[in-house]
């Protein structure tokens, strides 16, 4: 398998629309954008996802966000802009280099990023609760 693709972007190996580079982090276009202008911000050191990501990385990448949603959301003349992370082949990760998902957002574009359900009882939502912070806590 060849070298990672974001990897190969970061090096400039392979062309990309880029908004923004520092020394650590870049923003460029999604080739296959939700909406005209989402952008993606990663890391230019591979990590994978969200989990072998360390908190600097992390960091670094959510300041660059910071920096580029508003550019988005006036260039693009966004209503809102989702935020976002998959990690995961289950939470969609297509791409397994980490980054941030910066997508603009209309009113009324019936995108719907997730469907809410209740809890079936209340004793699933203090056990999962309490599972949480018992890992918080580990
Ligand atoms: P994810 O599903 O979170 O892994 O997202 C990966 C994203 O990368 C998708 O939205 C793709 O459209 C986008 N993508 C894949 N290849 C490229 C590329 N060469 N340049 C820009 N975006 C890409
Ligand atoms: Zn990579």
Do not use: S
Request: aromatic letters at 6%.
């Amino acid at each position: 398998m060849g070298e990672c693709i974001f990897c190969r972007i970061a090096k400039g190996e392979l062309p990309c629309y880029k908004l923004y580079e520092d020394d650590n982090t870049m923003a460029l276009l999604d080739i296959f954008p939700v909406h005209p202008g989402h952008a993606l911000v990663m890391p230019k050191k591979h990590t994978t996802d969200i989990f072998d990501t360390d908190e600097e990385t992390a960091r670094q990448m959510i300041a660059a966000a910071k920096k580029i949603a508003p550019a988005v959301m006036k260039a693009t003349k966004a209503d809102g802009i989702n935020i976002g992370m998959n990690n995961r082949e289950a939470a969609g990760q297509e791409v397994f280099h980490a980054h941030l998902h910066v997508i603009p957002r209309y009113k009324d574009d019936g995108l719907k990023a997730w469907h809410k359900n209740l809890f079936k009882d209340e004793k699933q939502k203090q056990e999962v609760h309490e599972a949480v912070k018992r890992e918080l806590a580990a």
